[in-house]
Protein backbone atom coordinates (compact mmCIF):
# COMPACT_ATOMS: atom_id res chain seq x y z
CA UNK A 1 0.00 0.00 0.00
CA UNK A 2 3.01 1.86 0.77
CA UNK A 3 4.73 1.42 -2.55
CA UNK A 4 1.18 2.23 -4.06
CA UNK A 5 0.43 6.01 -2.31
CA UNK A 6 4.50 6.62 -2.96
CA UNK A 7 4.05 5.81 -6.82
CA UNK A 8 0.80 8.03 -6.62
CA UNK A 9 2.46 10.76 -5.31
CA UNK A 10 5.21 10.51 -7.69
CA UNK A 11 2.52 10.51 -10.42
CA UNK A 12 1.13 13.18 -9.03
CA UNK A 13 4.33 15.56 -8.84
CA UNK A 14 5.51 14.77 -12.21
CA UNK A 15 2.23 16.04 -13.89
CA UNK A 16 2.54 19.36 -11.94
CA UNK A 17 5.97 19.57 -12.91
CA UNK A 18 5.05 18.91 -16.21
CA UNK A 19 1.99 20.96 -16.42
CA UNK A 20 3.78 24.12 -14.92
CA UNK A 21 6.59 24.00 -17.24
CA UNK A 22 4.44 23.71 -20.17
CA UNK A 23 3.11 27.73 -19.09
CA UNK A 24 6.18 29.07 -20.80
CA UNK A 25 5.60 27.91 -23.98
CA UNK A 26 2.51 29.68 -24.18
CA UNK A 27 3.60 33.44 -25.24
CA UNK A 28 1.92 36.08 -26.91
CA UNK A 29 3.80 36.83 -30.01
CA UNK A 30 5.90 40.43 -30.15
CA UNK A 31 3.72 41.23 -33.21
CA UNK A 32 1.05 43.53 -32.78
CA UNK A 33 -1.01 45.26 -35.36
CA UNK A 34 -4.15 46.20 -33.99
CA UNK A 35 -1.54 48.35 -32.25
CA UNK A 36 -1.10 51.33 -35.06
CA UNK A 37 -3.45 53.84 -36.97
CA UNK A 38 -4.27 53.51 -40.35
CA UNK A 39 -3.74 55.28 -43.13
CA UNK A 40 -5.81 55.13 -46.68
CA UNK A 41 -4.96 54.13 -50.22
CA UNK A 42 -7.10 54.53 -52.63
CA UNK A 43 -6.06 53.05 -56.03
CA UNK A 44 -7.69 53.55 -59.58
CA UNK A 45 -6.55 50.41 -61.67
CA UNK A 46 -6.90 50.57 -65.23
CA UNK A 47 -6.35 47.79 -67.72
CA UNK A 48 -4.04 49.13 -71.04
CA UNK A 49 -3.98 47.52 -74.38
CA UNK A 50 -0.92 47.66 -76.45
CA UNK A 51 -3.06 48.71 -79.44
CA UNK A 52 -3.41 52.53 -77.50
CA UNK A 53 -6.65 51.96 -76.87
CA UNK A 54 -8.05 53.96 -73.89
CA UNK A 55 -7.51 52.36 -70.64
CA UNK A 56 -10.56 50.93 -69.38
CA UNK A 57 -11.24 50.21 -66.02
CA UNK A 58 -10.40 46.79 -63.95
CA UNK A 59 -13.18 44.07 -64.26
CA UNK A 60 -15.24 44.61 -60.51
CA UNK A 61 -14.25 41.51 -58.29
CA UNK A 62 -10.33 41.68 -59.30
CA UNK A 63 -7.95 41.28 -55.77
CA UNK A 64 -5.65 43.52 -55.40
CA UNK A 65 -3.10 42.02 -52.78
CA UNK A 66 -0.63 44.61 -50.59
CA UNK A 67 2.14 43.21 -48.37
CA UNK A 68 4.60 44.75 -46.05
CA UNK A 69 7.81 43.19 -44.31
CA UNK A 70 6.79 42.54 -40.88
CA UNK A 71 9.76 43.52 -39.48
CA UNK A 72 9.18 47.22 -40.59
CA UNK A 73 6.16 46.97 -37.80
CA UNK A 74 8.57 44.91 -35.34
CA UNK A 75 12.19 44.80 -35.17
CA UNK A 76 12.19 41.38 -33.08
CA UNK A 77 10.14 39.96 -36.15
CA UNK A 78 12.44 38.80 -38.78
CA UNK A 79 10.82 36.68 -41.38
CA UNK A 80 7.40 37.37 -42.75
CA UNK A 81 4.91 39.72 -44.67
CA UNK A 82 1.72 41.25 -43.40
CA UNK A 83 -1.09 40.49 -46.31
CA UNK A 84 -4.21 42.10 -47.33
CA UNK A 85 -6.49 41.29 -49.82
CA UNK A 86 -9.00 43.83 -51.30
CA UNK A 87 -11.75 43.50 -54.20
CA UNK A 88 -11.91 46.09 -56.75
CA UNK A 89 -15.14 47.87 -57.49
CA UNK A 90 -15.77 50.66 -59.61
CA UNK A 91 -12.35 50.07 -61.04
CA UNK A 92 -11.02 51.02 -57.46
CA UNK A 93 -9.60 50.01 -54.15
CA UNK A 94 -9.99 51.97 -50.90
CA UNK A 95 -7.45 50.32 -48.73
CA UNK A 96 -7.02 51.05 -44.43
CA UNK A 97 -3.77 50.06 -44.07
CA UNK A 98 -1.73 49.82 -40.75
CA UNK A 99 1.12 51.89 -40.34
CA UNK A 100 4.17 52.21 -38.08
CA UNK A 101 4.68 56.29 -37.18
CA UNK A 102 7.75 56.00 -39.49
CA UNK A 103 5.60 54.58 -42.22
CA UNK A 104 6.16 51.25 -44.22
CA UNK A 105 6.21 50.30 -48.00
CA UNK A 106 3.45 48.21 -49.18
CA UNK A 107 4.19 46.30 -51.88
CA UNK A 108 0.44 46.31 -54.34
CA UNK A 109 -0.24 43.48 -56.72
CA UNK A 110 -3.10 43.22 -59.14
CA UNK A 111 -4.09 39.29 -59.09
CA UNK A 112 -4.20 38.17 -62.97
CA UNK A 113 -7.36 39.00 -64.62
CA UNK A 114 -8.95 38.19 -68.13
CA UNK A 115 -10.60 41.18 -70.11
CA UNK A 116 -12.28 41.13 -73.24
CA UNK A 117 -10.70 43.49 -76.60
CA UNK A 118 -12.97 44.06 -79.04
CA UNK A 119 -12.00 46.21 -81.10
CA UNK A 120 -15.62 45.92 -83.91
CA UNK A 121 -13.54 43.37 -86.08
CA UNK A 122 -12.00 40.96 -83.77
CA UNK A 123 -12.36 39.97 -80.29
CA UNK A 124 -10.00 38.53 -78.24
CA UNK A 125 -9.52 37.39 -74.71
CA UNK A 126 -6.02 38.74 -72.53
CA UNK A 127 -4.78 38.11 -69.31
CA UNK A 128 -3.51 41.53 -67.59
CA UNK A 129 -2.01 41.94 -64.35
CA UNK A 130 -0.05 45.15 -62.79
CA UNK A 131 1.84 46.24 -59.56
CA UNK A 132 3.10 49.32 -57.64
CA UNK A 133 4.06 49.88 -54.38
CA UNK A 134 3.40 52.79 -52.01
CA UNK A 135 4.71 54.36 -48.80
CA UNK A 136 2.08 54.01 -45.82
CA UNK A 137 1.80 56.61 -42.93
CA UNK A 138 -0.73 56.69 -40.57
CA UNK A 139 -3.30 58.80 -41.54
CA UNK A 140 -2.37 59.50 -44.57
CA UNK A 141 -5.10 60.00 -47.35
CA UNK A 142 -3.16 58.68 -51.01
CA UNK A 143 -4.38 58.16 -54.58
CA UNK A 144 -1.98 55.68 -56.95
CA UNK A 145 -2.84 54.44 -60.68
CA UNK A 146 -1.86 51.14 -61.15
CA UNK A 147 -1.87 50.46 -65.03
CA UNK A 148 -2.33 46.73 -65.81
CA UNK A 149 -0.48 45.36 -68.65
CA UNK A 150 -1.97 42.43 -70.76
CA UNK A 151 1.07 39.54 -70.38
CA UNK A 152 -1.20 36.93 -72.68
CA UNK A 153 -3.37 36.71 -75.46
CA UNK A 154 -5.78 33.59 -74.58
CA UNK A 155 -6.58 31.28 -77.05
CA UNK A 156 -10.11 30.29 -77.65
Same mark, same amino acid.
Given at each position: ?????? !?? #??????? !? *??? =?????? *??????????? /? $??????? #???????????????? &??????????????? /???? &????????? =?????????? *????? !???? #?? !????? @???? /?????? /????? &????? $??????????????? @?? $?????
Amino acid at each position: MTKFRN !VL #IAVALGA !V *AMF =SSCKKD *AENSDLVLDNY /N $TGKVTCI #IEAVYEFGEDPEKVPD &GTQVVFEAPYKDFNA /NIKT &GNVIKVFTV =SGGKVVADLE *APSAG !VEYQ #IR !VVGFE @HDYD /NGSDSF /NYLFD &GNGSE $TVKPYDNKALKITCT @HK $TKLED
